[in-house]
């Protein structure tokens, strides 16, 4: 993919993650640590059962850290396969005998419209990560 189109999606994804990270996973970590806090404070408590108790303060973090990571590479392969597709489509054209000059322009076309496709993506896919992250906050 052509550098300035990876830095393109790079700064788009890493602000969908940022904000994501802001939003919803610190106040998880927030409760994450404060509910581990209590586990700790309960002096009746065996070793085993602090360690349970901890370990239920901490499933839906891991769980909403599991659907950030499963998202991203989601879009990152659906993005491999469209750029995959341009390069194929270039390597046809060369084998046809197209010119490489014109193979290099279709090519970067090419990669621009899966970016432009991909990035308009982002909006509604970290709509229904806030929303499924919301889910498991509760």
Known sequence: MAEAQQVRVQEAIDGMVQGLERETIRKMQGIMFRCSAACCENPKASMQQV???IERCHT????AQAIVTQELERF???LSRCTMYCNDKAKDSLDSGSKEQQVKAQL???VTKCVDEHVHL???MTKKMKETLAAIAQ
């Open 51 to 53: 360690h349970q108790c």
């Open 60 to 63: 839906p973090l891991a769980q």
């Open 76 to 78: 990152q392969d659906r």
């Open 108 to 110: 970067e076309n090419c």
């Open 122 to 124: 982002i909006p509604s």
